[in-house]
């Protein structure tokens, strides 16, 4: 009994990335995130935007981190976002995840495209 709780807690400590890959949703779309010197402001693909009330965001190792950890830091990210366009769920990008293109950056594009959830890979038509 001791031995599992002990493999659990060693496998805790384990970042994410070494884990497992990360899964993202269907409407996630790919982004630039400028965290404002008073979070929550910030531009979202260039334009003054915030983070949603609610707002996750996750490292690169998948922690939990809040929006003044990364004042004045410009962040590629993918995210979701609540019915204000306001970022909700948002991921700071590994640079493998960066290199998964293409991506939509826009609702119209998602809906535009296909994915592949299994590969999470996108086709665009």
């Keep these: 009994m001791h031995r599992c709780v002990l493999l659990l807690a060693a496998l805790a400590c384990l970042p994410a990335s070494a884990q497992s ?25 260039g334009r003054p935007s915030q983070f949603a009330p609610a707002a996750r965001i996750y490292d690169q190792n998948n922690q939990l981190h809040l929006s003044g950890y990364y004042v004045g830091q410009k962040l590629i990210v993918n995210y979701t976002h609540d019915l204000l366009g306001q970022p909700l769920m948002v991921w700071i990008l590994t640079p493998d995840e960066r290199a998964n293109r293409p991506w939509p950056r826009s609702d119209a594009e998602a809906r535009s495209w296909s994915f592949n959830a299994a590969a999470q890979t996108w086709s665009k038509p």
Excluded at 21 to 45: D, K, M, Q, Y
């Design 21 to 45: 890959t990360r899964h993202f949703p269907t409407n996630t779309l790919r982004g630039e995130i400028v965290v404002g010197s008073a979070p929550p402001v910030i531009a979202l693909n």
